[in-house]
Every structure is written in structure tokens, then in C-alpha cells.
């Protein structure tokens, strides 16, 4: 590997890293789901750490121990894309050192637990926590934006306003 090879892998390596550490957000693809998820999660010991796929906590799809997946990383400020990598998942043993390491970042960064500090025996019994591993270089940016349509759902409330609610309103605004 040439000297230029090596220093871009490793710019691109420290671009992973550092915009990974200071988004709370990640977009995630699974091996065959059928689009990204927006993800919270912890960088710890250089991967992405993940809990999830139990009651009250985020959905995993696509995600299986050896699988592959895609990772993109907004910019915390504007929100935009700063990069894309290719991962691969691994899915820690509950109770293994790995496990307890990354549960107690994890631990950290959950908002809102319904358990406080039986939280990570919970996640032992009913949860996954994988670890996502940057494998090869980061995605070129694409020329044209990914937009997608929002997956269907249920929960809509789009509805015509009320025939009353213009007047009441006006008259609101009067005093």
C-alpha cells in the first residue's frame, strides 16, 4: 500500500470515527431490509454499539450476528450526510466482557429507561446488542439526493380542519 493509499484510509478511518462519536442519530440498512433506520447508539472500542429488538426499545430489521450493513452519519449541526460506511454486525453474548463494556456505554446514553438500573439485565434477558465494525473504506457522497418516500403507517392526522375553527381563530386573533 502506497504511502497516499495508507493516508487516505486513515483520514477515512478518522472521519468515521469522530463524525460516529458526535452524532447521536446514525442511519442504518440491514442485509435486506427494505430502507434505513435512524438509530441511537454509542461509539466504544472503535464500532458503533447498538441495543435493541425487545419491548421499549428500537427495532433492529436486517441486522443478524456476521451480516453486513450500511451506515450513515448526518452532521450533528445541519443535519446533512457527512459519510457512509459498510459494517459488519456481531451480536455480543450477554454477560461477556465485550457485552458489559458496551452495555455500560450504552447504559449511559439511554434516555427515558422505564428500569433506571435494571435496565441491563433486561437488555440480557429480552434485547440484542450488536456491534457494528467499520469494514473497508467510507462511501463517495452521491451526486443526487436519496430522498424517499415515508414507509406507510397508521398513525396519520391528516384530517380537513373544522368548519368552526377558521372563525374561532379570527376571533382570537382580534383580542
Do not use: F, Y
Request: proline share 11%.
Amino acid at each position: 500500500m502506497t504511502s497516499e493509499l495508507l493516508g487516505q484510509a486513515l483520514l477515512d478511518q478518522a472521519l468515521v470515527e469522530e463524525a460516529t462519536k458526535k452524532s447521536g442519530l446514525i442511519w442504518v440498512r440491514g442485509a435486506g431490509a427494505p430502507a434505513a433506520r435512524a438509530l441511537w447508539h454509542v461509539w466504544h472500542e472503535g464500532a458503533v454499539c447498538l441495543v435493541g429488538d425487545g419491548p421499549g426499545e428500537q427495532p433492529l430489521p436486517g441486522l443478524a450476528d456476521g451480516g453486513l450493513a450500511e451506515v450513515t452519519v448526518r452532521s450533528k449541526d445541519k443535519g446533512g450526510r457527512l459519510v457512509s460506511w459498510p459494517a459488519t454486525v456481531s451480536e455480543l453474548a450477554p454477560g461477556s466482557p465485550e457485552w458489559e463494556a458496551a452495555v455500560a456505554e450504552l447504559k449511559g446514553k439511554r434516555l427515558n429507561a422505564p428500569d433506571g438500573e435494571q435496565m441491563p439485565d433486561r437488555w440480557a434477558r429480552e434485547c440484542r446488542v450488536l456491534r457494528l465494525v467499520p469494514a473497508g473504506s467510507s462511501a463517495p457522497l452521491p451526486s443526487h439526493s436519496l430522498a424517499e418516500r415515508p414507509l406507510p403507517t397508521p398513525a396519520t392526522t391528516r384530517r380537513p380542519i373544522p368548519p368552526g375553527l377558521p372563525k374561532l381563530l379570527a376571533k382570537r386573533r382580534k383580542k
